[in-house]
């Protein structure tokens, strides 16, 4: 019953920051466990993996987004972020946050809309 729930996205124009946040309902401490990720779906487009982050610290992103996105966990372990910087058009997307576990606990949000535009 462990939901989660993206927020921050908004309009914003280009070279703009946005800073999307992640929380689990409840005190399931979902985020002390798995993998942790960012998608993003643009119209037209399939979903894509942005930026993941392991137990261990480790972090992957996008080629389209290295060097401007940063994935983070808060000390806590009860928020997710995806820090933004430099947004660009391209960029338009609905966020959808993700924690994997196993193939039986496989999370996601609703989603938050981002829209870089002048």
């Known amino acids: 019953q462990v939901q989660l729930v993206e927020s921050g996205g908004d309009l914003v124009q280009p070279g703009g920051s946005l800073r999307l946040s992640c929380a689990a309902s409840g005190r399931y401490f979902i985020f002390n466990v798995g993998v942790m990720g960012w998608y993003r779906q643009a119209p037209g487009k399939q979903r894509e993996l942005v930026a993941a982050l392991t137990q261990g610290g480790n972090t992957n992103y996008a080629d389209s987004v290295k060097g401007r996105f940063t994935i983070s966990r808060d000390s806590a372990k009860t928020t997710i972020y995806l820090q933004m910087n430099n947004l660009q058009p391209e960029d338009t997307a609905v966020y959808y946050c993700?924690?994997?576990?196993?193939?039986?606990?496989?999370?996601w949000g609703q989603g938050t809309q981002v829209t870089v535009s002048s």
């Open positions: 993700n924690v994997n576990v196993t193939s039986f606990l496989d999370l």
